[in-house]
């Protein structure tokens, strides 16, 4: 499901781009005047409005992880695909209904149908060139990637300043979807028998998964 939800969200932009491209090219040949430029008009100034309050709500929720890094940075290294997939639809959507409406208006204006045409082919590329940019965030998720630098800075930080533990030696991670997989080597503290180390390992990993929710496995 997780997978498939991504899938279909990429396909659906690429196809929708690759339509408003054909459309575009199509109004280029065939030409034709405007139908209901008002009624167009106040429907995408609705649309705009809608989906403004929609990208707030997505901006939102990156301004509280993406801490000072501007957003192109927070999207090349969010591992935080479902925000990402949000966050990319919502932009893309609101970007392409200002072409829409810039490309309406001028056409209204102007009488001119090639604005309108060359709008459709505006928003067909932006729609493909963000399904590509989703693509490849996504896929980078499914095929595996580790977890964000100052994450693992946190998670070396966390085992250190536990009192079972000496030093870390080694912190390996890998995302598997939403889930993280962690791999750790350590030097532990002094114990009086084997049977207490293994009961501080043990309670090590606890208080790491409960400190990392997204841990689903600690070796």
């Known amino acids: 499901t997780y997978f498939w939800s991504f899938v279909v969200a990429i396909m659906l932009f690429t196809v929708g781009g690759m339509f ?7 109004k280029l040949e065939a030409g034709g005047p405007l139908a209901s430029p008002l009624l167009a008009l106040g429907v995408l100034a609705f649309s705009i409005g809608m989906e403004a309050f929609s990208m707030a709500g997505a901006l939102r929720e990156v301004n509280k992880v993406r801490g000072g890094r ?14 990402a997939v949000v966050f990319g639809e919502d932009l893309a959507a609101l970007v ?12 209204a204006l102007t ?5 309108d045409a060359l709008g459709s082919i505006a928003i067909g590329v932006l ?13 980078a998720l499914l095929v595996g990637q580790g977890v964000e630098p100052s994450v693992r800075r946190d998670m070396i930080a966390f085992l250190e300043a536990h009192p079972a533990v000496e030093k870390v030696l080694d912190l390996l991670t890998l995302h598997m979807g939403a889930d993280v997989m962690v791999a750790v080597k350590a030097k532990m503290r002094e114990h009086a028998s084997q049977a207490e180390l293994v009961e501080a390992i043990n309670g090590v990993e606890a208080a790491f998964k409960a400190r990392f929710p997204e841990t689903h496995w600690v070796f």
């Open 111 to 115: 009488g001119d149908p090639l604005y």
């Open 20 to 26: 408003s491209i054909y459309e575009g090219a199509h």
């Open 96 to 107: 392409g209904l200002a072409f829409a409406f810039c490309a309406v208006l001028a056409t």
């Open 127 to 139: 729609l493909v060139v963000v399904a590509i940019l989703v693509a490849v965030e996504v896929k």
């Open 70 to 83: 501007s957003l192109w940075a927070w999207f090349r290294a969010t591992r935080n695909a479902e925000l």
